[in-house]
């Protein structure tokens, strides 16, 4: 019932900037907290950055400085703007999002993943 959608990746030029988009939707109560995190080929899948229901933000050490987390309550959407891209930030990006669904109960959804790709 309740489905994870992201969008925006794409190729850039290293140095260029990409805002990635996920929205939620559903049998949905209340988000308690998005994020953000990537899986390039052969490696773990790591923090790029959250955001709680209250506003706090946490972000990874890789890309700290270079991208900011929002979201948008109404839409229950978070947005992960990215600039200064280098090639090191080729992955896989997938959103993650901990709520409270329709039923009342706590759940932990991930989305299908969108392709990042910077060229040097």
């Known amino acids: 019932q309740v489905q994870l959608v992201e969008s925006g990746g794409g190729l850039v030029q290293a140095g260029g900037s990409l805002r990635l988009s996920c929205a939620a939707s559903?049998?949905?109560?209340?988000?308690?907290?998005m994020g953000w995190y990537r899986q390039a080929p052969g490696k773990q899948r790591d923090l790029v950055a959250g955001i709680f229901s209250g506003g706090i933000t946490k972000y990874g050490d890789s890309v700290k400085g270079r991208v900011t987390i929002s979201r948008d309550n109404a839409k229950n959407t978070v947005y992960l703007e990215m600039n200064r891209l280098k090639p090191e930030d080729t992955a896989v990006y997938y959103c993650?999002?901990?709520?409270?669904?329709?039923?009342?109960?706590?759940?932990?959804?991930w989305g299908q993943g969108t392709q990042v790709n910077v060229s040097s």
């Open positions: 559903g049998s949905i109560s209340s988000i308690n907290y």
């Open positions: 993650n999002a901990e709520l409270t669904t329709g039923w009342g109960t706590e759940k932990n959804y």
